[in-house]
């Protein structure tokens, strides 16, 4: 069990205290309460959108069993992997999150690679993020104008993108206001999202015709099979959809400079975030699995194009299922919003300490929202063009899914293993496992680089080039140009990157402007040019 003992710090004071003891001076506004803290995790899992995006990854590889039992297995691995960051992020809350961890528990030896690494796995996992759920978005807006339309209208990969690229362009406006906006809006995302869980708990059995109703044989034990894969390798790969929807966990650590109590609050949003889905997404697939009647292939190929949608037409009738999907879309809405503020705040802290090319450009904090305005519009052009697979194929586009899932998860492990790999002197915070810290990183470990290799498989063993699996493609070429960059001769980061540098100096010398790595590396020689705010 967790164990948590008293803070000796209290108030934004204690806060900014261990933020300095950790190197950086505090420069954002602490104006999100520990509710808020959890809001922003549990806003980026939205549970009921998060779990329509991925319907059809789910149902043709087991239908209702991998629905149902598929969710508990992997709810049990999640959990444990959320464990394991949540003693991390207590020990050490900074905005820089998985990055920093590699680099003070990595032996020096290889620190700064591993550093590096990890901090562009999850510079690319916030950016798949927000062109996943942006995405998923689209299709739901387009599966509303469907639902009004009595099924008759029909949409392009073109019209899709283009209300994609209006919805990404409108997150980047709102994530730029102030911080104090961001926050309260966190208690609205829990209010809505929960709600939601409840109407389809509680509403959609109620509303379902009869012909829909399944028995209880059929929604807990039916295995479904329409990809070619042998049953038990498909019920593995279905697990893509609670994967996909209860991740984005660590988001609440690269909040941990705008939160109250870190030390605490950070830790427990991800282990309740995590908890509490697990608990009301199983509710929910259990309600989809008794009401979605026994036509899958029906519900995959239904013009309306979105699996969920359909469900909800065949039993609320056309106004019932518009209404609610109205509210789906909201809350898709808002998981976007909560992944470019998360991500933002992570490019930020790597730009921070020079980690990525112009970093001096996008270390900046806006004087008049206090936000980190240039790294909130660089994520979002980065979407804007992860978005463009879509001309490619459908499994392109599909693959930013897998891509979101895959990325994290190399972002995850080697922090999690540098802990017990390398010889260090980690201090464990008020949130601690005990002796459970071991197996539990153990078990989260070789999970995560189990399903990593499976992600990288295809939906189907029949591919050509329209049906093979582009999550390879994109985050091997992603990371390829990452390790170029670091050995890049005169100008990669192994001549001037150093992991995490302290800031705190620079404070004092008016030097704001200027990312610590650069600092560092200007001294060793690398000609870098400084640019005056």
């Not at 829909?212 to 329409?226: E, I, K, V």
């Not at 999907?325 to 992944?339: F, H, K, N, T």
């Not at 503020?341 to 929202?369: H, K």
Request: charged share 10%.
């Amino acid at each position: 069990m967790a164990s948590t003992s008293s803070d000796p710090h209290s108030g934004h004071t204690g806060d900014e205290a261990i933020l300095a003891g950790l190197g950086y001076k505090q420069e954002f506004q602490r104006q999100f309460t520990p509710l808020e803290v959890f809001g922003v995790a549990f806003s980026i899992v939205g549970l009921l959108p998060s779990i329509s995006s991925v319907l059809f990854n789910v149902m043709p590889n087991g239908g209702p069993l991998a629905m149902v039992w598929g969710w508990v297995f992997a709810s049990a691995f999640i959990m444990c992997i959320g464990l394991a960051m949540a003693e991390l992020a207590s020990a050490a809350p900074t905005s820089g999150g998985l990055y920093y961890w590699t680099h003070s528990l990595a032996s020096p030896r290889c620190r700064n690679f591993l550093s590096w690494i990890v901090g562009y796995a999850n510079t690319i996992t916030s950016i798949a993020g927000l062109a996943s759920v942006d995405w998923a978005c689209a299709i739901q807006i387009t599966a509303a104008v469907s639902i009004a339309s009595n099924q008759v209208y029909m949409t392009t990969n073109a019209q899709i993108y283009g209300i994609f690229a209006a919805l990404v362009l409108s997150h980047a406006v709102l994530v730029s206001l102030g911080t104090q906006i961001l926050a309260r809006l966190q208690r609205l995302y829990i209010l809505l999202n929960v709600c939601l869980c409840f109407v389809v708990i509680i509403a959609l059995p109620i509303a379902t015709p009869s012909e829909f109703r399944n028995s209880a044989s059929y929604a807990l034990g039916d295995f479904t099979n329409f990809n070619g894969w042998p049953s038990g390798f498909a019920f593995i790969l279905s697990l893509l959809a609670p994967l996909w929807t209860i991740g984005g966990y660590d988001s609440s650590v690269h909040m941990s400079e705008e939160a109250s109590n870190a030390t605490t609050a950070i830790p427990w949003a991800i282990v309740g975030s995590i908890a509490i889905s697990a608990a009301l997404g199983w509710g929910i697939n259990v309600s989809l699995a008794f009401c979605m009647g026994s036509d899958i292939e029906g519900i995959l190929e239904s013009p309306i194009g979105q699996p969920m949608a359909q469900i909800f037409y065949n039993s609320f009738g056309q106004k019932g299922a518009l209404a609610l999907w109205s509210l789906v879309i909201v809350a898709q809405y808002m998981m976007g919003s909560s992944c470019l503020l998360v991500g933002s705040r992570q490019t930020f802290a790597f730009a921070r300490d020079g980690g990525l090319p112009f970093s001096r450009y996008f270390y900046r904090i806006n004087s008049y929202t206090t936000t980190p305005v240039n790294t909130v519009w660089l994520d979002a052009f980065l979407a804007l063009a992860m978005g463009l697979l879509a001309f490619a194929s459908t499994q392109a586009i599909n693959a930013i899914f897998t891509l979101g899932v895959t990325s994290s998860y190399v972002s995850y492990i080697i922090p999690i293993m540098t802990r017990f790999a390398f010889k260090n002197d980690f201090k464990p915070g008020p949130f601690n496992l005990g002796n459970f810290s071991f197996p539990v990183a153990v078990i989260a470990v070789l999970w995560m680089v189990f399903m990593n290799i499976v992600f990288f498989f295809p939906t189907t063993p029949q591919i050509n080039v329209q049906e093979m699996n582009y999550t390879v493609v994109v985050l091997g070429g992603f990371m390829s140009l990452a390790i170029f960059w670091y050995y890049c001769p005169v100008y990669g980061g192994v001549h001037w990157f150093n992991g995490p540098v302290s800031n705190i100096a620079s404070a004092d010398k008016g030097q704001d402007d200027e990312s610590a790595s650069e600092k560092t590396g200007k001294e060793q020689g690398v000609d870098v040019l400084i640019v005056d705010a």
